[in-house]
């Protein structure tokens, strides 16, 4: 196991860029100057002697790579418990049955990774992009998704227990068979999302959301709002939150 590796990464694209990487394995201190990618860093950590890291399962806790680029790189199974993601790119990116619990992603792009049956338990995913991510089966708990980008996202059968979608944008996404125990809606865009079968959504939860225009309820709930709140179906146009940027 990796017990402390502390990454430091310069410039808007650690791939494009110069860039200084420095690993700290047990007592030796390894210093790659080209830029590669993280792949490769987990190969050569695997030679000396780290098994299991180029398939994750190392210990990545407290990693960090604030405005790095690590897009396409197999992190299956890591731990990244209060990784530092903030505002990197981690576009494509493998991060199935990752740990991701309290992790920093503020900012980050997530967008078109495998995110399935990941940990982001109280995650601070503020402004996060995850268009078209699929994080089926996954538990979000308590994370902050705030003015996230979730559009055409698979979020099917994920634990969405008390998380903030305040402001986000879930249109075209699949929520179906989730649990949205009081998750916080308020402001958020719904558009053609496709709510069903989804467990401990309330009357009250939905009611306060952005707009329902072409959403997928199940039918009574969607009679019961359609009565009530006529004007969220019919759905602003232009609506800001449509496309929001990381």
């Not at 200084?20 to 993280?38: A, F, H």
């Not at 792009?109 to 996954?138: H, M, P, Y």
């Not at 059968?157 to 998750?183: C, H, I, P, Q, Y």
């Not at 179906?233 to 232009?238: H, S």
Request: proline fraction near 1%.
């Amino acid at each position: 196991m990796v017990n402390n590796i502390n990454a430091f990464f310069s410039g808007k694209s650690c791939i494009a860029a110069n860039l200084l990487k420095l690993y700290q394995v047990g007592l030796r201190l390894v210093t790659i100057s080209r830029p590669k990618k993280l792949n490769l860093v987990l190969r050569r950590l695997k030679t000396a002697g780290q098994k299991n890291c180029c398939k994750g399962r190392g210990d990545f806790r407290m990693f960090n790579i604030n405005l790095g680029t690590i897009g396409g790189a197999n992190l299956r199974e890591a731990n990244l418990k209060g990784a530092n993601l903030e505002k990197a790119n981690l576009k494509e990116a493998n991060f199935k049955w990752c740990n991701l619990r309290e992790a920093k992603c503020h900012g980050a792009d997530l967008s078109d990774t495998n995110l399935i049956e990941t940990d982001f338990e109280r995650a601070d995913v503020i402004q996060a992009n995850f268009q078209r991510a699929n994080l089926k089966g996954a538990d979000l708990e308590e994370a902050n998704l705030k003015w996230a980008n979730l559009g055409k996202v698979n979020l099917r059968e994920t634990n969405l227990e008390r998380v903030d979608f305040t402001g986000a944008n879930l249109k075209k996404s699949n929520l179906k068979g989730s649990n949205m125990k009081e998750a916080n809606l308020e402001g958020t865009n719904l558009r053609w999302a496709n709510l069903r079968d989804t467990h401990n959504l309330s009357f009250d939860q939905i009611s306060e959301v952005l707009t329902l225009q072409g959403i997928k309820l199940n039918e009574e709930l969607f009679k019961s709002l359609k009565e009530d709140y006529y004007s969220l179906f019919i759905g602003p146009e232009n609506s800001m939150n449509d496309e929001i940027l990381p």
